[in-house]
């Protein structure tokens, strides 16, 4: 009898042991390397084949400054929608202006990083030539930041607001004006109106 | 002059002079040849008779417009016509109102159209509708004179005549018929900024006096004879429009903070010549103190009155420390594209911002349990977006400012915009960005830094301020009792 009951009595243990072995630490190794994966490190590709690449819209502003145009562009195939933030930003960033279009982000603003959370707000951290070398005036702060918060949510529908960090830090704004402390929505007045 | 146009044609009025265009009448309703238009803006026609359509384009932009639809298409943009296109042989007709709702929105220039005279002011050029009406008054005979938008003038009296002269480029004026028997022989216009008043041998002195509000000014003229039994007050050489009376201390609007944006190491935008933004804001920031208190006898304050570093939370802080009625930024903007110009004011777009920040924004209130029980309902404002129960106060004032700068300066395509302007958010109180103007604009940088521009500037933002008054106390009227926003709110921390 009481040898019975101390047997059934390890097993308990023993069996309660094994499950919470595998609830407190298995699975949330497991699921942290998922995690892990996802995120981003800059500059690698793991598409090997041939370059295979999407329509991606990038961003400029049109002749007259008042507006940003869109314009479809090839962009490098990624992965994973996070790997393809970072191509579709690095386009907007490299590729000159079309014709009769300017460029709205001052030239040798490099790409640091991008994150986005499960909320679909994704961090943009851009080198500091986007904040010193910005030519200031509120106009010119408006088209920047808006190039690259459209950038983002027009390609990427899981993307629905941008934050701009500086650097690797948050920052209040690019040149004085446009409050870059927290996730900005796309502004649809900014699109230039005329399709033809 | 502008005045009486001869029958049928209306009258295009630009700083480079002015032309006529004919007016066709077609079912008692108004209308001007398209070729015409297209001549007088450059515009280009092209008439789709596939697909019936018509296409008018002026540098890349377009309307299309088709027959028998009082509607065109505006650069993508639907608008209504009062009636629709007609054609008249090889000609095309079109309503007034093309110029007005379709032409205007493509034009770089500014398209001032005035039916009612029959005319289409180009660009910036001030011309002052004035209304005029000669009564007799026993021995006396009195003008009164309805100016629109205000502008300055001046009343002097030379042999035989009364001249009043304008500050305008020309006025929109028709003179009606008024004699007065030995004392009033007529009203016409003498030059284009001048009107006289042609006076008889009974004349003996005249006095004036001044009102009407922030977009009109009323002057009236009241002239006597030698047979007038009242006591006349000493002839009143009225030199300049003299500023309004000071009206009694306003409860809804007794602080402004004004902003002077950038500052220290801050330059702001940099015009090709070298001026900098921190510089004219601060010279602006500086006339218009002087302007709302001599004016309005209000207390000013400025966010920096020096060369100086000032953090942005802290400009907002001022207003809010001082419990400012209203917190204005001044800003100069700039442009890649030399051409851009003109003003625009902004206030807070809280659409701008994420969810997160948005909802946290509009939570009404919390219900806090008290002690002894119960509950206590109080009002948490996030502070750093304070400005968000503002916003309808705020585009109010954008309206009313943007209004006075278009009748003076010229405004941008866009005058009135919202942003997620970071100098705005924080401010617990109605609050707008002025971009008074572009330095990346040689012309417009010249001008930002003289003083008659500033001074045009500053009457623009005097006079927006004093319209917002009179919005606010009606407002504030007429929310006594429910729950306007409130001015102090409880348990709102210190920034």
């Known amino acids: ?196 | 002059m502008a005045q009486q146009p001869a029958a049928r044609q209306l009258i295009v009025i630009a700083r480079e002079g002015r032309r006529t265009l004919n007016i066709a009448t077609r079912d008692q309703r108004e209308l001007l040849y398209l070729d015409e238009l297209a001549e007088a803006f450059q515009l280009a026609v092209r008439e789709d008779t596939l697909a019936r359509g018509l296409t008018v384009t002026y540098k890349n932009r377009t309307i299309i417009l088709t027959p028998d639809q009082a509607l065109a298409s505006v650069s993508g943009r639907l608008v209504s016509l009062s009636g629709a296109p007609i054609r008249d042989g090889r000609r095309w007709l079109m309503p007034f109102d093309f110029v007005s709702r379709a032409l205007s929105l493509i034009y770089d220039i500014k398209l001032d159209l005035r039916p009612a005279s029959r005319l289409i002011v180009v660009g910036d050029l001030r011309v002052p509708a004035i209304g005029i009406r000669g009564e007799q008054a026993g021995p006396m005979a009195r003008v009164s004179l309805e100016i629109s938008p205000r502008v300055s003038q001046s009343i002097t009296q030379v042999p035989g005549q009364i001249l009043v002269h304008f500050e305008a480029d020309l006025l929109d004026v028709a003179t009606p018929t008024f004699v007065v028997p030995g004392l009033v022989t007529g009203i016409r216009t003498t030059d284009q900024t001048t009107l006289a008043i042609d006076l008889g041998p009974r004349f003996r002195q005249y006095r004036t006096s001044m009102g009407g509000d922030a977009a009109t000014l009323k002057t009236t003229i009241e002239i006597l004879s030698d047979e007038t039994t009242e006591p006349a007050g000493p002839a009143t050489p009225a030199p300049e429009a003299a500023p309004e009376p000071l009206a009694t201390p306003s409860t809804a609007l007794r602080t402004v903070v004004i902003d002077p944006g950038h500052g220290g190491s801050e330059d702001g935008a940099r015009g090709q010549a070298g001026s900098l933004e921190k510089e004219i804001t601060l010279n602006v920031a500086r006339r218009l103190k002087a302007a709302l208190e001599s004016q309005l006898g209000v207390r000013v304050l400025l966010t920096r009155d020096a060369d100086q570093m000032m953090p942005l939370d802290q400009r907002a802080a001022i207003a809010n420390n001082n419990k400012a009625d209203v917190f204005i930024s001044l800003h100069a903007n700039s442009s890649q594209q030399r051409s851009v110009r003109g003003a625009e004011v902004f206030y807070l777009s809280v659409e701008g911002y994420g969810d997160e920040a948005r909802r946290t924004a509009e939570s009404a209130g919390h219900v806090l349990p008290t002690f002894g029980g119960g509950t206590r309902d109080i009002q948490v404002i996030l502070w750093e977006m304070a400005q968000s129960r503002y916003i309808e106060e705020s585009a109010a004032l954008a309206t009313m400012i943007e209004e006075e700068l278009r009748t003076r300066v010229d405004v941008s395509q866009r005058p009135v915009q919202q942003a997620p302007f970071r100098v705005l958010v924080g401010a617990n109180m109605p609050a707008v960005l002025v971009e008074m103007g572009f330095v990346s604009n040689p012309d417009e940088e010249q001008r930002l830094t003289s003083a008659a521009h500033q001074n045009l500037i500053v009457q623009a933002l005097v006079n927006g301020i004093v319209r917002f008054r009179t919005y606010l106390e009606a407002r504030r009227a007429s929310t006594a009792g429910s729950a306007g926003p409130p001015r102090t709110p409880t348990g709102a921390p210190r920034p």
């Open chain 1, 1 to 196: 009898m009481n040898r019975r009951s101390a047997v059934l009595t390890m097993l308990v243990i023993g069996a309660a042991f094994v499950v919470s072995w595998v609830l407190f630490v298995a699975v949330p190794r497991w699921y942290s390397a998922r995690q892990q994966t996802s995120a981003l490190v800059p500059g690698t590709t793991s598409a090997a084949g041939p370059r295979r690449t999407i329509k991606a819209t990038l961003f400029y502003a049109t002749a007259d400054s008042q507006h940003l145009a869109g314009i479809a562009r090839d962009v490098e195939l990624a992965d994973t929608p996070l790997e393809q933030a970072q191509r579709i930003l690095d386009a907007q960033l490299r590729d000159p202006a079309p014709k009769d279009l300017v460029s709205t982000i001052p030239s040798r603003t490099s790409l640091r990083s991008v994150y986005v959370t499960e909320r679909g707000e994704a961090y943009v951290d851009l080198s500091p030539e986007v904040s010193a070398a910005h030519p200031g005036g509120s106009l010119n702060e408006i088209l920047t930041v808006y190039t690259i918060v459209h950038a983002l949510t027009a390609n990427l529908p899981a993307i629905k607001a941008v934050q701009i960090l500086v650097d690797g830090r948050e920052v209040d704004t690019l040149a004085g004006h446009v409050d870059l402390r927290r996730p900005l929505l796309p502004l649809r007045e900014l699109m230039e109106k005329d399709e033809s």
